[in-house]
T-cell receptor, first 112, second 112 residues
Framework: ETGVTQSPTHLIKTRGQQVTLRCSSQ?????VSWYQQALGQGPQFIFQ???????GRGNFPPRFSGLQFPNYSSELNVNALELDDSALYLC???????????FGPGTRLLVL | RKEVEQDPGPFNVPEGATVAFNCTYS??????FFWYRQDCRKEPKLLMS???SGNEDGRFTAQLNRASQYISLLIRDSKLSDSATYLC?????????????FGSGTQLTVLP
């Protein structure tokens, strides 16, 4: 296993609600990246956090936001949930910005 | 044009067969490439890295053709346990951030 953990494993929400997903990075890793994987697609980059700062963002609206804490764990927050937000949300940690990313098991979000 | 395009699949092959997956990428500045493996309802796991013309690891061979912006993955002597989705991944740097850009994946089923 990679040592990257995510919680919760599964989540069901309704449209318009807000959700917070959590990720604990592997020991020694200071960079966390978040990805969204819709059914039948490859993961898509949401954003990356390095030393508690957002360090890059993909093509996702501002209602997707995040945080990184001093222990390098991270949260992904999604406001005003839409049906299309239903997906597997993956976080990946790495030892630095350009290092290999190791994925956690993901959180499956279903928006009804 | 998508940044990373893969064979649509699915590939259904008998045990012991040799199978090859293709991937093309659009960013000519990319220097490194990866193949990830994703089992059903699991997270992606790094299978191979490709930094120069190619890489070999046991039954798996990855080749890179920079002029054609083309990457391939060859699996020899397929095992039942090779059944998975194979994701072609191209890291793209934006400033100091490094985002992994994934293809949609190619599904492989190895049949007994």
């Amino acid at each position: 296993e990679t040592g990257v953990t995510q919680s919760p494993t599964h989540l069901i929400k309704t449209r318009g609600q807000q959700v917070t997903l959590r990720c604990s990075s592997q020991s020694g890793h200071n960079t966390v990246s978040w990805y969204q994987q819709a059914l039948g697609q490859g993961p898509q980059f949401i954003f990356q956090y390095y030393r508690e700062e957002e360090n890059g963002r993909g093509n996702f609206p501002p209602r997707f936001s995040g945080l990184q804490f001093p222990n390098y764990s991270s949260e992904l927050n999604v406001n005003a949930l839409e049906l299309d937000d239903s997906a597997l949300y993956l976080c990946a940690s790495s030892q630095g910005l350009q290092e290999t990313q190791y994925f956690g098991p993901g959180t499956r979000l279903l928006v009804l | 044009r998508k940044e990373v395009e893969q064979d649509p699949g699915p590939f259904n092959v008998p045990e012991g067969a040799t199978v090859a997956f293709n991937c093309t990428y659009s960013n000519s500045a990319s220097q490194s490439f990866f193949w990830y493996r994703q089992d059903c309802r699991k997270e992606p796991k790094l299978l191979m890295s490709v930094y120069s013309s190619g890489n070999e690891d046991g039954r798996f061979t990855a080749q890179l053709n920079r002029a054609s912006q083309y990457i391939s993955l060859l699996i020899r002597d397929s095992k039942l346990s090779d059944s998975a989705t194979y994701l072609c991944v191209v890291p793209i740097s934006s400033g100091s951030a490094r985002q992994l850009t994934f293809g949609s994946g190619t599904q492989l089923t190895v049949l007994p």
